[in-house]
């Protein structure tokens, strides 16, 4: 059984960072690209970044580049988003996907986490 289980979320101040991890379980890790997704209240989920698990490619939307960093590590079958100085706006819930076609920022993944909870206070 696919399972993709999000972790890390919490409230910080604006300025801030915090680390998101997404623990990955059921698949062959290596062959999968690992998405990262928010949805804040009343907006439509947004792809935030995402890495190709077999060579570490990665891609950012605008909005997070140069803020946001993605990571694998491919023992622990666990990508992480590290996301530093943060923003009122991004706060949202955060969820990771998985897919072993798609790599990009489209809402093409076949699995999906539960999703944890990022609130950035001003």
């Known amino acids: 059984e696919v399972q993709l289980v999000e972790s890390g979320g919490g409230l910080v101040q604006a300025g801030g960072s915090l680390r998101l991890s997404c623990a990955a379980s059921?698949?062959?890790?290596?062959?999968?690209?690992i998405g990262w997704f928010r949805q804040a209240p009343g907006k439509e989920r947004e792809g935030v970044s995402c890495?190709?698990?077999?060579?570490?490619?990665?891609y950012y939307a605008g909005s997070v580049k140069g803020r946001f960093t993605i990571s694998s590590d491919n023992a622990k079958n666990t990508v992480y988003l590290q996301m530093n100085s943060l923003k009122p706006e991004d706060t949202a819930v955060y969820y990771c996907?998985?897919?072993?076609?798609?790599?990009?920022?489209?809402?093409?993944?076949?699995?999906w986490g539960q999703g944890t909870q990022v609130t950035v206070s001003s």
């Open positions: 996907a998985a897919d072993r076609e798609y790599y990009g920022l489209g809402y093409f993944y076949d699995y």
């Open positions: 059921g698949f062959t890790f290596d062959d999968y690209t």
């Open positions: 890495i190709g698990s077999s060579d570490g490619s990665t």
